[in-house]
């Protein structure tokens, strides 16, 4: 079966960094996304992998290794407002989107 | 701006009535989605539309159905709700083809089925 695997709860401190790992077993790859949702609201897109390494876009970096069946989501200088479940998703050989469950990340002054 | 809604946010209902969650998208996008979230479980797919009279099922769509006769809009009905049809639903459109671009989310409908 096709599976994504995320830790279920992470918590960190203000201005800290945190890595939020995404494991994946799945029939064939075609991307992995990684979506932001804040309690009560929609998932919001943050960024998407299809190489191999990091991808930076400010605070956020992704990183994907397509051998090891992994990505991490990467958030530095952490703000209160980056409490959210982050969401990973990969796109199968058919292009229909696995999601794992989330991490939810709490962040602490 | 172009923005894609939901409505009901909110709903209770009893069990076996039919409901209807609208989806209304002005992004002009081709390709429309419906995911129910429950605590515990990734969104689950459970049915999308790549155009106009386009349908297809997803991995959860026992119990639901979708119709799509203009672009803007892909309602999800349920025949005969379900107490385990009780969940938290997003419609999502994209732009692209095959799952390789952003997914745009409609804020929810969270529907109680007593």
């Known amino acids: 079966g096709q599976n994504i695997d995320q830790p279920t709860e992470m918590t960190a401190t203000e201005g800290a960094i945190v890595q939020i790992n995404c494991t994946y077993q799945t029939s064939g790859f075609n991307g992995l996304f990684w979506y932001q949702q804040h309690a009560g609201e929609a998932p919001t897109f943050l960024s998407y992998?299809?190489l191999d390494g990091l991808e930076e876009k400010g605070r956020f970096s992704s990183f994907l290794s397509r051998s090891k069946g992994y990505s991490y989501l990467l958030l530095k200088e952490l703000q209160m407002k980056d409490s959210a479940s982050y969401l990973c998703a990969v796109a199968d050989s058919n292009y229909q989107l696995i999601w794992g469950a989330g991490t939810k990340l709490i962040i602490k002054p | 701006d172009a923005e894609i809604t939901q409505s009901p946010r909110h709903k209770i209902t009893e069990t076996g009535r039919q409901v209807t969650l609208a989806c209304h998208q002005t992004?002009?996008?081709?390709?429309m989605f419906w995911y129910r979230q429950d605590l515990g479980h990734g969104l689950r797919l459970i049915h999308y539309?790549?155009?106009?009279?386009?349908?297809n099922k997803g991995e959860v769509s026992d119990g639901y159905s979708v119709s799509r006769s203009n672009t803007e809009d892909l309602p999800l009905t349920l025949e005969s709700a379900a107490s385990s049809q009780t969940s938290v639903y997003f419609c999502?459109?994209?732009?692209?083809?095959?799952?390789?671009?952003?997914?745009?989310f409609g804020e929810g409908s969270r529907l109680t089925v007593l």
């Open positions: 539309s790549y155009g106009v009279q386009d349908t």
């Open positions: 992998n299809v």
């Open positions: 999502a459109s994209s732009e692209t083809n095959q799952n390789t671009g952003e997914l745009f």
């Open positions: 992004w002009n996008h081709n390709n």
